[in-house]
């Protein structure tokens, strides 16, 4: 779905998948200053980290606030550096947790700051730990570190964007990067609670495990109007007009799934390893999800059923959204900034 929202997507801060093709792609050249994490199938693997190397960047600043990145002269030594510069004091960051990581990035060639968290409109990047899906540079780096550590990165192109680089953010195939790194939080991977009851000309969820949800349509025809039930209130703050909303998602159309056990869902943000984020209510994704998602708690679970008019219209969306379609989601608000 990511491909399909990013009609209306624009992809906030660094992409950092890692070379595996597809994934924000076409989102992320809506907005050049992009970075985000997940890029292509021939990037080999990352070396194995060391905690220092010659030369070394150098890191001034208080923590909680943009750091200063001074590169040395000279070339770096090709090495992976992940080096702790600030020991944290909450809980560690275990395997597949969600660390909510703000950054600040550098080109070490040209001193070419990258955008980051702590610039205008920049938002922190939550970064699945030790997942082969982001580049290593982050998804390595956090890995083990505790709440509230500030982490400092070299990464040489192998733990980073690859053999292709990054264009829109003008980093070379062959650019070393610097990064620092400073980790906010882990962000639960679903919202917890016990579900309310769904009618049953509605579709029932299934979504209990930290997988993609299971989803069945009902053998009548869709509602008019949008549907936007919340199945399990959370006890966050209400989502706001303009924040970045963090998701976890699964989704399927109404027709090509009424009365089967189970629908195929055309998409769902488990496969990618991390959540879905947005800006909300700015037209950035389709209307159903702007208007049924503003004012919602975060840590709830909403049961949206979209109209095709606040959908994708008479718009086929590939051989899973036929025109018209009447889309079905279930969305757990994991976040918002």
């Known amino acids: 779905m990511r491909r ?3 009609a209306v997507l624009i992809v906030p801060a660094l992409m950092l998948t890692a070379a595996c093709g597809g994934g924000d792609d076409d989102a992320a050249k809506k907005k050049d200053a992009s970075a985000s994490p997940s890029d292509s199938a021939s990037q080999p693997s990352a070396p194995k980290p060391v905690s220092e190397a010659s030369p070394m960047p150098t890191v001034e600043g208080d923590a909680g606030k943009k750091p200063t990145i001074t590169i040395p002269k000279g070339d770096p030594s090709g090495k992976f550096v992940i080096k702790t510069l600030t020991a944290g004091t909450g809980p560690d960051v275990k395997k597949d947790d969600l660390a909510v990581t703000k950054y600040t990035g550098k080109i070490w060639k040209s001193g070419k700051d990258l955008a980051g968290s702590y610039d205008k409109d920049g938002v922190p990047q939550v970064i699945p730990a030790g997942s082969q899906t982001y580049i290593p540079a982050f998804s390595q780096a956090v890995l083990g570190q505790k709440v509230g550590a500030r982490v400092l990165v070299v990464a040489p192109p192998a733990a980073a964007f690859g053999a292709a680089g990054k264009e829109q953010l003008g980093v070379g195939p062959t650019d070393n990067l ?9 962000m639960p991977k679903k919202v917890e609670g016990t579900q309310a009851a769904i009618p049953s000309d509605l579709p029932q969820i299934k979504a209990d495990k930290d997988e993609a949800a299971t989803i069945t349509v009902p053998k009548n025809d869709p509602p008019k109007k949008l549907v936007d039930q919340v199945l399990i209130e959370g006890k966050g703050a209400e989502v706001k007009n303009g924040q970045t909303v963090y998701m976890q998602y699964s989704g399927a159309t109404w027709k090509p799934n009424e009365g ?30 702007d208007k049924g998602l503003v004012g919602k708690k975060v840590g709830s679970r909403v049961l949206l059923v979209i109209p ?16 018209n379609s009447t889309l079905v989601f279930v969305v757990d608000i994991v976040g918002a900034m």
């Not at 610097?178 to 882990?186: A, E, G, K, T, Y």
């Not at 095709?308 to 036929?322: L, R, V």
Request: charge should be negative; hydrophobic fraction near 40%; proline fraction near 7%.
């Open 260 to 289: 089967k056990p189970q629908a195929k869902l055309f998409d769902t943000s488990w496969k990618t390893g991390a959540p879905f984020s947005t800006v909300i209510g700015q037209g950035q994704v389709i209307e159903g999800w």
């Open 178 to 186: 610097v990064f620092v790194l400073d980790i906010d939080s882990v």
């Open 308 to 323: 095709p008019e606040q959908g994708y219209k008479d718009k086929a969306q590939g051989e899973d959204i036929p025109a």
């Open 4 to 6: 399909r929202l990013a």
